[in-house]
C-alpha cells in the first residue's frame, strides 16, 4: 500500500483511490501542479499546506511569485490562518521575492528572505529549512509556488537544474513536494522536461483537474480526472 | 601572499593567496559560498589594498547589507574608494545600476571586468559567480573569458576570487572551469536526510602541494566563515565497551567527573578524546549508558556530526536500548555506525543477525569488532569518517 | 459558510460592480489586487484605465499614471473628450504622470512634482521614476491607484523578460504601498509565453472584445461576462 496524506481539498482524496493507495497525495512524492494562468493552483497549494499545519505537521514554504506578507493575506482570504503557525515555527517560509519590491525582510528562525536571481542563496536556504523542518518531523511537506518568477529571472536551464537540486533536497529528507507552475511559461520542450522529473502531475485548467500518477509501485501511470471549483472554501473537486 | 583571512585556509594555501593568483571556490548547491569571497575582500582591503565585487546576483545594496550582517563595513570602504562593485545585476532587472561599473549588456562583461582588475592593481577581485554567466555565454566563452581575467589579473598582481556554484554541470565542463584558476577550494555538505554540516577542502594549488583535509565550517552573521571541530559521540547501552572504544582511538582521552563540565548538573562520568586521524580531526565524547542521561545525550547530539553505537553483540537483551538510542541520534538527522563490539564471546551474534534483531536500516553500518583485542577499532573509525567526509 | 468581504474600490465603469458583486460583497476591482486589462486593439480599455483613474481621483485616491503611448497632451484630450477633466488634480498633485513618449525637444512638458519625464526604451529610468512615483504618494495617501497604458509598447521597445522583470518590480512595489494597479495589454502584441507570463503576474485578468467585456478572473468571485458599449460617457456594461 502507498502511503498518502489527506489533501485537503473536498473531494481530491475520493477520486484518487486506486487499489495501491488510499486517495489523497502519496507521501514522499513529488507533484507538479500546473495548468493556464488564475486556475486555483496556489489556491490548491496553500490549502494542502494548511491541511497539514491543522496536524501540526511541519511545511517549507518556498515563495517565488508573492511576498510572505501578500501569501498570508491570500489565505486569510480563505480563513487559513497561518500567524500562529508562524509562531510556533511549524511554518518555514523563504521569501524569494519581497527584496524586488524594496522592502527588508527580518529574517527570523523560520522566516529567510533570499532572492530568486540569486539562486544558489536559495539552496543555501532551503538547506537549512530541510533541516529545521526535518528536525520537527520526517513527515513534512514542502511548497514551491511557484516556478514562473524563477523563468523569469534565470535561463530555462538553470531553473531545470534549481528544481533538480531542490527535488533532490526534498526527497532525501522524506518530504513530499509540491510545486506550482503556470502552463505556457517556458517553452514546450523545457515544458516536458520539467513534467519529467515528478511522480505526479495535477493540471487545473479553469473546469477540470486531471491527476496524474507515476508513483513507486505503479506499473502504469494512473490517472483521475474530474471537474471542480473553487468556493470561499479553497478548491473542491466535485465527484465523477 | 594575500591573506584569506580565513581560519585554517591560509594555512592549507602556505601562507595564502600569491599576488596576481586566481582561486575558485567551488561549492555544491546548499552550502554557503558567498561568505568566503566577501570575507576575503574584507581582510585584504582591511591589509591596505584595494578591491572590487562584480555581482550577478544580486544587487549591491543587498550585498552591503550581507556585509553588515557579517560584522563588516563595506560602505566605508566604498566611500574610501578601497572598494567598489561592477553591478551586473541591476540592470537585468530594471533598477538603476549602482557602483563604478555597470553592465547594460553580456557582451560588456568582459572588457569592464579587465577594466576593473586594472584598477585594482595588487589587490583583490571577486566575481560572484560564474555559474550564472554560464547559461548566458557559451561554454567555451566563459573558459576564455576566465582565462583572459587571469591573465590580466597575473600582470596587474591582482587576486581573482571566484564563486562557482557546482550545479549539474556536464563534467568536462566543472573541469574546464577547474583548471583555469590556480587554485581550487571544494566546499561540500556532510548530509544525513538533511544538510547538516559543510566543510572546506583545498583541492587544487599551482604553488604548493595542498593539505588535503577537510575542515568544516560554519558562517555565523555576525563574524562570517568560522571552523569548527565537530563532536562524535561514543554511545550504547552500558556495559558495551564504550570506555575502552574512546580510549583507543583517541591521542589522548581522559575520563572526566563531572564537576570539570559545567554543562551538565548532575554527577556524570564520561569519556572525552581527540582523535586525529589521516587530516580529520573530532573531539570524542564517550556517553554513560544509563537512561537518566538520555537529557545530556540529546544535548550533544545536537552538536555532533556522528556518533559511534556501542552494543554488546552477545547481549541481545540490549538492543532494544541501543535502538532507542540510535532513534535519539536519528531525529537530529546525524550519520551514525553501530559497533558490533565482544565478537569474541560466545553467543556473540554476527553483524548481519544484528541488524536483522535490530531491524536496522540497510544504510546504517554495523562494524564487527573486538575492542579488547584493538581488532576492528580502525575499521570502524574510517567508516565512519568516510560516511563524513566522502572518498 | 464563510462569507468572504474583499474590500474593494470602485471602478468607476457602470455596471461593473453589479457585474462582480458576490454574496456580501460591494463588487469593483479588490483592493490592492493586480489586474490585466487586456483584448484587440481598439476596444476600450485606454478608455477603461482612464474612466478607472478619473473615478479614483473624484474619490479623493490619488492616481500614478505611466503613460507609453500617449504624451500628456494627448491624454489630457482624451480625458477631456468624455468630460474627465484633470487639470485640478494635476494642478493639486493627486494625479502624478509618468510621460515615456513625449518629445522632450519639442513639447514642453508642464513644470510640476508631478508630471515626470521618461523614456519608452529606458525601463531602468521609468523605474526610477515609478518609485519615486509611489513614495511621493504613499507619504499622504494609504490608498491609491496606478494604470499602466499600455505594457504593449514597452515590450515592443525592449527585451521582453526585461519588461516583465520590471513590470514584476512595478507591481510588487505598488502592492507594498498598498496601491491597486491596473495594466493594459493589446492581445498578441508580444509572443504567447510573454503573455502567459503577464497574465500570470496579476490577480484579476478582464477581456474586452468589443462587444463583451469577460473577467476571466478575479480575487474572490469566478468567471463573469456582461455585453458591453463605448458612449461618449467613457465604457457602460
Partial sequence: MIQTIESGIPGFDQLTVSELAEGGIPEKSTTLIYGPPKTGKSIFCNQFAYQGLLKQEPCLYVSTD???????????????????????????????????????????????????????????????????????????????DSLNTLFAFNQEQMVIRILKAYLRRIREAGGTGLIAYTEGVTNSDTENELKSLFDNTIRLDGEYIRVESNFEDYEEVKSYESTYIITDEGVVVNGK | MKKTHIPKLDEFLGGGIPAGSSILFCAVPGVECEAF????????????YNGFIFTNVTEPHNIIYEFNRYGWDLNKYLKEGKAFFVDGSSNFIGIPPMGKYSIDELSQIEEVVLKAIDDVSDGVGVIN?????????????????????????????????????????????????????????????????????????????????????????????????????????????????????????????????????????????????????????????????????????????????????????????????????????????????????????????SPEKIREAMKLDKDIPIIPTIVSENNGVEMALDTLLKILYGD | MVIKMIPCIESGIPGFEELTRSNGGTGGIPENTATLVYGPA????????????????????????????????????????????????????????????????????????????????????????????????????????????????????????????????????????????????????????????????????????????????????????????????????
Fill in chain 3, 42 to 237: 481598439k476596444t476600450g480599455k485606454s478608455i477603461f484605465g482612464n474612466q478607472f483613474t478619473y473615478q479614483g481621483l473624484l474619490s479623493g485616491e490619488p492616481c500614478l499614471y505611466i503613460t507609453t503611448d500617449k504624451g500628456l497632451k494627448q491624454f489630457e484630450t482624451s480625458m477631456n473628450e468624455f468630460q474627465w477633466p484633470i487639470e485640478r488634480y494635476l494642478e493639486d498633485n493627486s494625479l502624478y504622470v509618468i510621460d515615456t513618449i513625449s518629445d522632450v525637444s519639442k513639447g514642453k512638458l508642464p513644470k510640476s512634482k508631478t508630471v515626470v519625464q521618461s523614456y519608452i526604451n529606458n525601463p531602468t529610468d521609468i523605474m526610477v521614476k515609478v518609485g519615486s512615483g509611489v513614495h511621493y504618494i504613499y507619504r499622504n495617501n494609504p490608498r491609491f491607484r496606478s494604470v499602466i497604458d499600455s505594457a504593449t509598447t514597452l515590450l515592443a521597445y525592449n527585451d521582453n523578460m526585461l519588461i516583465i522583470r520590471v513590470l514584476k518590480a512595478y507591481l510588487m512595489r505598488v502592492n507594498e504601498a498598498g496601491g491597486t494597479p491596473i495594466i493594459l495589454y493589446t492581445e498578441n502584441s508580444a509572443d504567447r509565453i510573454v503573455e502567459t507570463m503577464l497574465k500570470s503576474l496579476v490577480d484579476n485578468i478582464i477581456r474586452l472584445d468589443g462587444k463583451e467585456l469577460v473577467v476571466e478572473a478575479m480575487k474572490g468571485i469566478g468567471k463573469r461576462s456582461s455585453p458591453y458599449l463605448i458612449t461618449d460617457k467613457g465604457i457602460e456594461l
Fill in chain 2, 37 to 48: 569571497g566577501y570575507q576575503i575582500l574584507n581582510g585584504v582591503i582591511e591589509d591596505g
Fill in chain 1, 66 to 144: 508573492q511576498g510572505l506578507k501578500q501569501v498570508q493575506s491570500n489565505m486569510m482570504g480563505f480563513n487559513w490562518l497561518i500567524q500562529s503557525y508562524i509562531q510556533n515555527q511549524t511554518l518555514y517560509i523563504i521569501d524569494g521575492i519581497s527584496q524586488l519590491s524594496g522592502a527588508k525582510l527580518e529574517d527570523t528562525n523560520n522566516i529567510k528572505s533570499s532572492s530568486v536571481g540569486n539562486p544558489a542563496d536559495m539552496m543555501v536556504k532551503v538547506g537549512i529549512g530541510t533541516r529545521s523542518v526535518y528536525k520537527k518531523s520526517n513527515h513534512f511537506i514542502s511548497i514551491l
Fill in chain 2, 129 to 349: 559567480n560564474i555559474s550564472t554567466l554560464i547559461d548566458y555565454l557559451e561554454d567555451d566563452k566563459i573558459i576564455e573569458i576566465i582565462n583572459k581575467w587571469n591573465e590580466c589579473a597575473r600582470v596587474n598582481n591582482t587576486i581573482l576570487v571566484y564563486i562557482f556554484t557546482k550545479w549539474d554541470y556536464k563534467p568536462e565542463l566543472v573541469d574546464a572551469v577547474k583548471s583555469t584558476v590556480d587554485s581550487v577550494v571544494s566546499l561540500t555538505s556532510i548530509e544525513e536526510r538533511v544538510i547538516i554540516g559543510q566543510g572546506f577542502m583545498v583541492t587544487s594549488a599551482s604553488w604548493l602541494h595542498p593539505k588535503n583535509s577537510m575542515v568544516l565550517y560554519f558562517v555565523l552573521q555576525p563574524g562570517g566563515v568560522k571552523i569548527y571541530i565537530p563532536k562524535i559521540l561514543v554511545t550504547g547501552p552500558y556495559n558495551a565497551g564504550k570506555s575502552s572504544f574512546v580510549e583507543l582511538i583517541s591521542e589522548e582521552s581522559v575520563s572526566v567527573d563531572r564537576m570539570a563540565l559545567e554543562k551538565f548538573p548532575t554527577t556524570i562520568a564520561m569519556d572525552i578524546g581527540h582523535v586525529d586521524h589521516n587530516g580529520f580531526v573530532a573531539d570524542i565524547f564517550g556517553t554513560p549508558g544509563q537512561e537518566r542521561f538520555d537529557l545530556m545525550l540529546d544535548v550533544l547530539a545536537k552538536e555532533a556530526v556522528g556518533a559511534f553505537i556501542l552494543v554488546d553483540s552477545s547481549a541481545p537483551q540490549t538492543f532494544g536500548r541501543a535502538k532507542e538510542m540510535i532513534n535519539k541520534t536519528q531525529s537530529e538527522a546525524i550519520p551514525k555506525i553501530i559497533v558490533a563490539n565482544k565478537q569474541d564471546l560466545p553467543g556473540a551474534m
